[in-house]
T-cell receptor, first 109, second 114 residues
Framework: SQKIEQNSEALNIQEGKTATLTCNYT??????LQWYRQDPGRGPVFLLL?????KEKRKERLKVTFDTTLKQSLFHITASQPADSATYLCALARTALIFGKGTTLSVSS | ETGVTQSPTHLIKTRGQQVTLRCSSQSGHNTVSWYQQALGQGPQFIFQ???????GRGNFPPRFSGLQFPNYSSELNVNALELDDSALYLC?????????????FGPGTRLTVL
């Protein structure tokens, strides 16, 4: 079955640095991959979608890459702020979403 | 434009009971997906409804069932509750339920089974 892994459960960085989160997948070649943000006690909020034929996607301080050879997506937050502290989820996109466990990012000032 | 709403916010049940959770889709969306999120885990897909028909199901037993109504709101029913059913239940609506669709999540219902 498809498996999606986010290999860091927690990431702690200082304000102003770039946060890089990793998402790896196996047994599947998704046409799309989505990234969501989830705050405690809330539902996930959509951030970015990247297609298999797109190497990179940007939105403000966010950047996502998609390497279908490595079966990996990287999610970057540049100039990170304490308000970026949250859990970030990647998901293979089919009819429904297959989520990873998430990486909890903490940005300290 | 109203967002996705879910009710109730919290619920406590005992093992063996039955529960119904409700979801109102975002305006204009005809697809609803339900997810179960255990503590410290990512959401797991339960099933999806598109225009009142089940359109996909995850690895959940038949005691998890659902409905979608003509106004595209939805219910999740769980029979014979087990302790492991304790989780945050999320509903998400989207336009067509395809891979490129953005899914808009509600705030969730926190179910505790004692």
């Amino acid at each position: 079955s498809q498996k999606i892994e986010q290999n860091s459960e927690a990431l702690n960085i200082q304000e102003g640095k770039t946060a890089t989160l990793t998402c790896n997948y196996t047994n599947y070649s998704p046409a799309y991959l989505q990234w969501y943000r989830q705050d405690p006690g809330r539902g996930p909020v959509f951030l970015l979608l990247i297609r298999e034929n797109e190497k990179e996607k940007r939105k403000e301080r966010l950047k996502v890459t998609f390497d279908t050879t490595l079966k990996q997506s990287l999610f970057h937050i540049t100039a990170s702020q304490p308000a970026d502290s949250a859990t970030y989820l990647c998901a293979l996109a089919r009819t429904a979403l297959i989520f990873g466990k998430g990486t909890t990012l903490s940005v300290s000032s | 434009e109203t967002g996705v709403t879910q009710s109730p916010t919290h619920l406590i049940k005992t093992r063996g009971q039955q529960v119904t959770l409700r979801c109102s889709s975002q305006s204009g969306h005809n697809t609803v997906s339900w997810y179960q999120q255990a503590l410290g885990q990512g959401p797991q897909f339960i099933f999806q409804y598109y225009r009142e028909e089940e359109n996909g199901r995850g690895n959940f037993p038949p005691r998890f069932s659902g409905l979608q109504f003509p106004n595209y709101s939805s219910e999740l029913n769980v029979n014979a509750l087990e302790l492991d059913d304790s989780a945050l239940y999320l509903c998400a609506s989207s336009l067509e339920g395809t891979g490129t669709d953005t899914q808009y999540f509600g705030p969730g219902t926190r179910l505790t089974v004692l």
